[in-house]
């Protein structure tokens, strides 16, 4: 147990080099990483914001908004499936709690009842079908008329998947802001909880997240204006929308899109290689790239209209405006265009991102903004090391008063356990927290704790009157099964915690993770390396006391 081949002699040298280099980042200024060669590592340990500051915004989705959407889908499939079953409706129109379409035959009312209830409720039971409740219900109204209403249980399912939605997006766009690690987190039923470490200004952050981006491609009236819309009557199906750069002037655009913002796979900004202006490039996916080319094929010399919603405004209107509205010169078959528009180089490069992350599914609003200063963070440090320099002279004065030179060996495994765990987070990018620091506490814990029961071990072995070099080897072993019994029901909680935790317990599960590693391999090579090397230099071939 105590022979160490040079080849595990080189293997436990070299992890303990890399672990420091790793960790040499840490303690040296972003120029004198700079100058650093490409090929050593850079990456610093990320801080999260309560040690490091920044901004936090919690955000509360606008239930409403997503009931009108999902009501206005559902006049949609009542539209679609009376028309396919050939059944002359009118009055079909919508209000804030459900869908109402009234017959032209009160005879048709039991085959349109049959043909909605069959086709537009969705059991909620999961992607099977397997429940026995539905998101909507359809019956019959006053009148000869039909009525579909969306559940309670269908609204809280739609809110629930809105809000998992809107986090993916929101990390999206939050990660093309810098390369610090936010902390997106779900409150409540419709909250969400965005912590940004390190950032002081909130404007941006707040711009970047809270607009829903929605990117659409619309038909334009061939032959009425948005003035002549007005002055008259807005034709059925057609919606009037104002123009980007000049709200005075509308646009008359079919109300169901060509094309969806989804099907866009990307868009970055740009310039226009002729006015050497601000633009937004797009790329469709391969069907919307077909329906595409087919619809300009079949159009040129006509407009198309690219609108962006951006949800509700303060004043509680609809912010959905039409940013371009080009002339369709030639079939557009390439999949691929471009937005202009009245963009500067920031707006630009913001939309992009937005529309690249994709659309949030309704508007979210800033319930509580407030920025924490870094000064919170340094007091939380300086306490940190305060009490990290207390503990580490008690646990040094415990360890060599109770084993001696043994004592000091521990020790330096330690060290060496805390520069892996350091070294490790910071390659792997993970945010070092509060929670994250009393990880590191608690894993210096546990790796004095190894080499306390190696040593008992040892001094019972010695007891029962074996020789020392046998008494350390068989201590080494016997510890061995013990530690990793213990080591490993916790690691079972700090996986637990890692799955269904989130934000600071992520980290301290992920800084407890990391530690539970580091402490078996510094206990069971660093320390039993320093041990036999030791040995074999000792001609008395004795260990010293207290053991």
């Known amino acids: 147990m105590l022979h160490f081949s040079r080849f595990k002699i080189a293997f436990v040298a070299f992890v303990c080099f890399m672990g420091l280099l790793a960790t040499l980042p840490n303690f040296l200024s972003q120029e004198t990483l700079k100058s650093w060669p490409s090929f050593l590592p850079h990456k610093q340990l990320s801080l999260g914001l309560d040690l490091k500051g920044g901004a936090h915004l919690l955000l509360q989705m606008d239930s ?20 396919d079953a050939r059944i002359r409706y009118t009055g079909l129109g919508q209000t804030k709690q459900l869908v109402r379409v009234k017959l032209v035959d009160p005879s048709k009312m039991d085959e349109a009842l049959r043909r909605l209830r069959t086709t537009i409720p969705q059991p909620l039971g999961g992607p099977f079908g397997a429940g026995t409740d539905y998101d909507a219900e359809v019956q019959e109204g006053p009148g000869d008329t039909i009525e579909v209403v969306p559940t309670n249980a269908g609204m809280q399912q739609r809110i629930s998947g809105a809000i998992t939605s809107a986090i993916e997006v929101i990390r999206r766009r939050v990660d093309n802001i ?11 039923n419709d909250r969400i909880l965005v912590q940004y470490p390190g950032l002081d200004d909130t404007t941006r952050l707040k711009e970047l997240i809270g607009k829903t981006a929605r990117l659409t491609f619309h038909d334009v009236h061939p032959t009425m204006t948005g003035q002549e819309a007005e002055q008259t009557r807005v034709p059925l199906g057609f919606v009037v929308y104002p123009d980007a750069e000049d709200p005075n002037y509308t646009h008359v655009l079919r109300e169901i899109p060509l094309i969806y913002g989804e099907d866009l796979v990307d868009a970055n900004p740009g310039f226009d290689q002729n006015t050497n202006e601000p633009i937004i490039s797009f790329r469709f996916n391969q069907k919307a790239a077909v ?58 490069n913001d939309l992009a991102v937005q529309i690249r992350s994709g659309a949030l599914p309704a508007t979210l609003t800033v319930v509580e903004e407030r920025t924490v200063g870094p000064s919170l963070g340094a007091d939380s440090i300086e ?38 765990i350091i070294g490790t987070m910071s390659m792997i990018g993970s945010t070092l927290t509060l929670p994250g620091i009393a990880g590191l506490i608690l894993t210096v814990g546990m790796a004095v704790d190894a080499n306390v029961l190696i040593y008992e071990r040892i001094r019972e072995e010695m007891r029962n009157g074996k020789q020392p070099i046998s008494a350390i080897d068989s201590g080494f072993s016997r510890a061995f099964g013990t530690i990793i019994d213990s080591n490993l029901t916790t690691l079972i909680a700090a996986i637990v915690m890692f799955w269904l935790g989130s934000g600071p317990i992520r980290g301290f599960a992920v800084t407890l993770s990391l530690g539970i590693f580091a402490t078996i391999f510094t206990a069971f090579l660093v320390t039993r390396l320093m041990v036999a090397l030791w040995v074999a230099r000792q001609k008395t071939r004795k260990i010293p006391a207290p053991l």
């Open 64 to 83: 409403s908004e997503l009931r009108k959407d999902w009501l206005k889908s559902l006049r949609g499939d009542v539209r679609k499936q009376l028309r």
């Open 178 to 188: 810098g390369t610090a690690e936010p902390s997106i987190v779900r409150q409540g």
């Open 291 to 348: 329906e595409f080319g087919r619809f300009t094929s079949q159009n040129v010399g006509r407009p198309f209209a690219i609108v962006l919603d951006n949800g509700i405004k303060d004043d509680g209107s609809a912010d959905v405006v039409v940013l371009s509205a080009p002339v369709i010169r030639e079939p557009i078959l390439g999949g691929s265009g471009q937005i202009s528009g009245n963009f500067s180089v920031q707006s630009a």
């Open 383 to 420: 306490a940190g090391e305060y009490a990290a320099i207390v503990g580490g002279i008690g646990v040094a004065a415990f360890m060599i008063f109770a084993y001696g030179l043994f004592g000091i060996f521990a020790l330096l495994a330690v060290l060496v356990n805390l520069i892996l």
